[in-house]
């Protein structure tokens, strides 16, 4: 193990498996190249940050990422029925719908002849999140 450490900034390669609490694996880097990321940037959740700043290349750490600091907790706000004749018939064709003005995306969740059940909650809001990851390399930042 090298004694070189991360920090914000710097470019990373990890191995990773990430897991629900039932053990379903999400993703995996398992038999592909490590994935490369800057330290500190929006690219991976923000617990996935805090928790590879620090370590050294070649050390393995497992944690746990409650929702709140993964996809966010589960919000009953973000589900909104819809009259069915406002929704254009091409859109219910699809599993979601892009709200052109707020960029938000919203999963169609049921449809009945009278409405359209939308939520604009990630696909994994409420779930708390397994990581097992390996810092394979760290490239320091200038």
Known sequence: MSDKVAKSGDKVSIHYVGRLQD?????????KEAFRFELGSDEVLEGVN??????KEGEKKSFELKAADAFG???????????????????????VVK?????THW????????????????????????FEV?????????
């Open 23 to 31: 053990q379903t694996v999400l993703d995996s880097t398992e038999g």
């Open 50 to 55: 805090k928790a590879v700043i620090g370590m």
């Open 73 to 95: 907790e589960y919000d009953e706000e973000l589900l909104m029925k819809t009259p069915r004749e406002q929704m254009p018939e091409d859109i219910l064709e699809k599993d």
């Open 99 to 103: 709200d052109p003005v707020s960029q």
């Open 107 to 130: 999963m169609i969740e049921e449809i009945t002849a009278d409405y359209v059940l939308l939520n604009g909650n990630h696909e994994l809001a409420g779930e708390r999140l397994y």
């Open 134 to 142: 390996e810092l394979v390399s760290i490239d320091y930042s200038a």
